[in-house]
T-cell receptor, first 111, second 113 residues
């Protein structure tokens, strides 16, 4: 059974204080790992897709990396508008269309 | 493009009542999905439709039915609502052959009393 675990559950940062979120996974044949951002009362918003170990992608202050067992979402010099819940999901080779999500990390950036 | 739209945004039901959640996408995507999101449980797949005319069960299908009305629309029906179905429901869509990215709607917050 595919499993995704995100840590920490919650993260409080001061504006400008860089940090990393972890997503560890156990799947049979990873087809893709996805990061989403979710604001309160809204649907998840797509950020990145990573396909193979060693791959990295960046968007503004966010950088996602992938190894064979985990992914990291690095937040560099965060601003209050980066406050959100960040979700990680995996698509496995045997799962067809389906994604398995982790529980998310709630990030609060204080000015 | 509106992307993925869902109606209603909020709904309160009594135990045993029925209702249908509506979802539509204007991105010409082939695959559509219904998820529920509960505190501490993450997003869990209820049903999905890989293409028009097909539907398949996800992780938590009990108590739900779906209809892929056409390529644009995918509805979720609760025949006899139970308090355990209190949740936030999200619809998503994905284009066949794309980078497999699923795009989500804004959600329906359902409370069953």
């Amino acid at each position: 059974e595919d499993q995704v675990t995100q840590s920490p559950e919650a993260l409080r940062l001061q504006e400008g204080e860089s940090s990393s979120l972890n997503c560890s996974y156990t799947v049979s044949g990873l087809r893709g790992l996805f990061w989403y951002r979710q604001d309160p009362g809204k649907g998840p918003e797509f950020l990145f897709t990573l396909y193979s170990a060693g791959e990295e992608k960046e968007k503004e202050r966010l950088k996602a990396t992938l190894t064979k067992k985990e992914s990291f979402l690095h937040i560099t010099a965060p601003k209050p508008e980066d406050s959100a819940t960040y979700l990680c999901a995996v698509q496995a080779g045997a799962a067809g269309n389906k994604l398995t999500f982790g529980g998310g990390t709630r990030v609060l950036v204080k000015p | 493009n509106a992307g993925v739209t869902q109606t209603p945004k909020f709904q309160v039901l009594k135990t045993g009542q029925s209702m249908t959640l509506q979802c539509a996408q204007d991105m010409n995507h082939n695959s559509m999905y219904w998820y529920r999101q509960d505190p501490g449980m993450g997003l869990r797949l209820i049903y999905y439709s890989a293409s028009e005319g097909t539907t398949d069960k996800g992780e938590v299908p009990n108590g739900y039915n779906v209809s892929r009305l056409n390529k644009r629309e995918f509805s979720l029906r609760l025949e006899s609502a139970a308090p355990s179905q209190t949740s936030v429901y999200f619809c998503a869509s994905r284009k066949q052959g794309s980078a497999d990215t699923q795009y989500f709607g804004p959600g329906t917050r359902l409370t069953v009393l």
